[in-house]
């Protein structure tokens, strides 16, 4: 008789054994020649090394089900640990048209013509530039490339920066530090991250810089290599801004930058970084376009029809 460990990294125990234990019971049920204990994230299982290997086994496939899907329940404990598990089911399987799972099991993928297009245009380029309205997408499905890309271990880490124009000179009334003052501001990037990826495994993430969110101003002198880098609204950049980000591309990078050329913040005398960069760059190898429209619109349906009614009138 033997004793052995396994340790859920980046996994909430809860979710892995249910409310009141339910799932982790239903492991338990697999394995009754077993004396299983879980405290907090590490699972003990005593008894015949044989036994002790085939639970192993299991409970690493049931892992790299949870890190796929982000969901486990007791059907999905059924097809894993039963001999006849379905081929969909395997976390390997291949799974046409979805993006990623997000939180609970949730399926993100391209909803609309662009969306898709940016996601076939991601294949071939290594920057791309992500025009449209807002409520189209852009910035969602560029986020979602980026988790998906980090759990196929395409790089290391994911960067998410946006020009913190608003703030502007008005930071230094804000209460709290730098962080505080900036972060409701990156609030938008928080939110898509909060649907994909779960809560424990984010902050484990955003603590070990694997996942880092900074305004514009903190990528000035690096070079990011073995990264996927979203800058939004890019609209809102300089000139120099815009030039100064692009060149911070390393090695194994991927770029998106996501903006609405509508909807520019910058003082009048300000020219945007977006306009010239796509005026200069559009015809490069390597480099795609893609453009949104009121057809990409996947906000409340009213979102749809206020477009319509300000394009109309910038059109009188």
């Known amino acids: 008789m033997i004793e052995k460990s396994i340790y859920l990294e980046g996994i909430d125990p809860l979710q ?23 405290r907090g994230q590490e699972m003990i299982s005593i008894g015949d090394e044989k036994e002790i290997m085939g639970f192993e086994e299991k409970v690493d496939l049931l892992i790299s089900f949870f890190h796929r899907y982000n969901k486990i329940t007791l059907s999905d404990i059924e097809e894993l640990f039963s001999n006849n598990e379905k081929s969909w089911m395997h976390p390997d399987a291949p799974q046409p048209d979805v993006l990623i799972y997000g939180n609970h ?16 245009e991601y294949a071939g380029n290594d920057l791309l530039f992500a025009l449209g309205p807002a409520g189209t997408g852009k910035t969602y499905t560029a986020i979602a490339l980026a988790v998906r890309a980090l759990r196929n271990k395409e790089i290391r880490r994911i960067i998410l920066t946006r020009p913190a124009v608003e703030a502007g000179e008005n930071l230094g009334f804000l209460p709290g530090d730098l962080k505080e003052k900036l972060d409701p501001y990156l609030q938008p990037l928080y939110d898509a991250l909060r649907d994909m990826i779960p809560a424990k495994k984010l902050a484990d993430f955003l603590e070990d810089g694997t996942i880092e969110i900074a305004p514009l101003a903190f990528m000035r ?20 801004q815009m030039k100064m980000f692009l060149t911070r591309m390393g090695k194994n990078a991927k770029f998106i930058v996501t903006g609405d050329i509508t909807q520019i913040d910058l003082p009048r005398k300000q020219s945007s970084g977006l306009i010239k960069a796509l005026s200069i760059l559009g015809t490069i190898h390597g480099i795609s376009v893609v453009e949104f429209d009121i057809r990409d619109v996947v906000r409340h349906k009213l979102v749809k029809k206020i477009i319509e009614a300000y394009e109309n009138e910038n059109h009188l």
């Open 16 to 38: 892995l054994y249910g409310a009141n234990n339910v799932l982790l019971d239903k492991v338990k049920s697999y394995f009754p020649k077993l004396k299983i204990i879980a």
């Open 105 to 120: 099991g949730k399926l993100i993928k391209a909803k609309t013509i662009n969306q898709q297009k940016l996601v076939e």
């Open 221 to 240: 002198g690096r070079t990011l290599d073995n990264a996927f880098v979203i800058l939004d609204e890019g609209q809102n950049t300089t000139i120099n």
